[in-house]
């Protein structure tokens, strides 16, 4: 979680959401931060980045075993994304109450008729992850 809270500041310009992808053995295959506002993309969300990214060192689209971690919980579009890309584990840091679709208002990715449903860990250094979009939105 450090190193997707490291990626998170990556751009000053956007929220501060970091995301990192985990090969099977640990090794890091990608990270990210979101890039909205620098690309002009509604789709550059930590998460989505991450994936393409790590889908692009891995050589293939399926991400068998590996470990998404990020600091804030996936929206509806992340949650999806990540269900397709076969991620088996998803690490997350903050809640978010107000988009989160891993248990906040959704939970698109334990919903039992999907094919695939990744093993969630909630709440990884959750006050940090916190913190850090508080202090974003607060202009801190």
């Known amino acids: 979680m450090r190193r997707a809270l490291s990626a998170a500041t990556a751009s000053p310009e956007d929220v501060p959401v970091g995301a990192v ?3 099977p053995s640990g090794t890091e295959l990608a990270a990210a931060g979101n890039e909205r506002e620098v690309a002009g993309d509604p789709t550059a969300h930590a998460e989505i980045l991450a994936l393409r990214r790590a889908a692009e060192v891995a050589g293939t ?3 068998d075993g ?3 971690v990020v600091t804030l919980e996936p929206c509806t579009m992340c949650a999806g994304a990540l269900v397709l890309a ?3 584990t998803l690490v997350f840091g903050a809640w978010e109450p107000k988009t989160g679709a891993v248990g906040s208002l959704w939970d698109v990715v334990r919903d039992r008729r999907l094919n695939h449903r990744p093993e969630v860990y909630s709440g990884v250094l959750e006050a940090e992850c916190s913190t850090l979009m508080r202090d974003f939105f607060r202009g801190a």
């Open 21 to 23: 992808v985990y090969d």
């Open 61 to 63: 689209w399926r991400l």
């Open 66 to 68: 590996c470990t998404l």
């Open 86 to 88: 076969r991620i088996g």
